[in-house]
């Protein structure tokens, strides 16, 4: 059974930090494209980043790029968001998600205000 747990989300000021955590189960972790997504409140699921399978390369959206970076560690089975300089607009639920596999995790929410 593939399972995604995000975890590490919470409220802060604009111009912080949190990094988030994804930990997956029930698929050979190390062979697929993992990607991190966002919905904010009354808007639809957008892309936030991308990496390959041993990340080796990592892709963004055009609204983080240069503030987020994502990573994974494959001898944990985790993929991570680091997000800095945090801004209002960067409030909602964070998803992580394989290419490979039609499941999401339960998200973890990221609420960034002053």
């Known amino acids: 059974q593939v399972q995604l747990v995000e975890s590490g989300g919470g409220l802060v000021q604009p111009g912080g930090s949190l990094r988030l955590s994804c930990e997956a189960s029930?698929?050979?972790?190390?062979?697929?494209?993992m990607y991190w997504y966002r919905q904010a409140p009354g808007k639809e699921r957008e892309w936030v980043a991308h990496i390959t399978p041993i990340g080796d390369s990592t892709y963004y959206s055009d609204s983080v790029k240069g503030r987020f970076s994502i990573s994974r560690d494959n001898a944990k089975n985790t993929v991570y968001l680091q997000m800095n300089s945090l801004k209002s607009e960067d409030t909602g639920a964070y998803y992580c998600k394989s290419a490979s596999h039609a499941v999401w995790g339960q998200g973890t929410q990221v609420t960034v205000s002053s």
């Open positions: 029930g698929f050979t972790f190390s062979r697929v494209y």
